[in-house]
């Protein structure tokens, strides 16, 4: 148990580092031109709604720009993925497989799958200036298609045995939060669709690269330092 929270966080804050230089060179800035989008928006909204709204933002403490955003940023990527990459192992080691680079790196796309690529489809990273639908609603529905992700991704590939009907039933179980339809959006946007088509991209080329490194890492630490069940 030692060694796979050491794995878990050596692995976890390896590849949040990554996650977070993809975020600083790419995601970052793109942040910046939409929050000028957004800022001109709000320019010439004089509706009391925008100011009252406004007002309560500016009396919210933030970061300062440049090293305490950055550090803090840092610091939550880091936490982040410390944290998924014990969901991720924990998993593997509960389940009683042997990984190694390779295969780590694989459950590493089966987690971009899970937590990224399927939960896109509906409700795509979107940039500030966008129109959003009710937060509540959104999370219901991620965690949803997450979960069923999961489940449908085990039905497929999980059981080496497994017979068409399940792996009819994990198709239709990866399908069903799609066939619900994830929550529309209300109100309108202010950035343009080129940039936030670029933002989606950058942002799951981004999460792609934290988990391949993650499970890549942590399947390499396993091999070695004897986590694996045989070990």
């Not at 934290?210 to 986590?227: I, S």
């Amino acid at each position: 148990m030692r060694r796979l929270v050491l794995i878990s966080a050596l692995s976890g804050t390896v590849a949040g580092l990554l996650w977070f230089a993809a975020q600083y060179f790419f995601v970052v800035p793109l942040i910046h031109v939409a929050e000028v989008y957004e800022s001109a928006s709000h320019s010439h909204d004089n509706s009391t709604v925008a100011h009252h709204s406004h007002g309560e933002d500016s009396d919210e403490w933030q970061p300062a720009p440049g090293w305490q955003r950055n550090s803090l940023t840092a610091a939550a990527t880091v936490l982040t993925g410390i944290a998924f990459s014990s969901i991720l192992f924990g998993t593997i080691a509960g389940l009683g497989r042997q990984i190694n680079a390779r295969s780590g790196a694989l459950w590493g796309v089966a987690g971009f799958l899970c937590f990224n690529a399927a939960p896109a489809l509906g409700l795509p990273p979107q940039p500030p200036g966008v129109a959003l639908a009710d937060l509540m609603q959104r999370q219901v529905w991620w965690v949803g298609t997450v979960v069923l992700t999961a489940v449908g991704l085990w039905l497929l590939a999980g059981k080496r045995s497994a017979g068409w009907p399940l792996r009819v039933a994990g198709m239709a179980v990866m399908i069903l939060p799609h066939a619900i339809g994830a929550p529309e959006a209300s109100g309108k946007s202010v950035v343009p669709t080129a940039l936030v088509a670029q933002f989606t991209t950058v942002c799951l080329a981004g999460a792609a690269l934290f988990w391949v490194a993650l499970g890549g890492c942590g399947g390499f630490l396993a091999e070695r330092y004897g986590t694996n069940p045989e070990a």
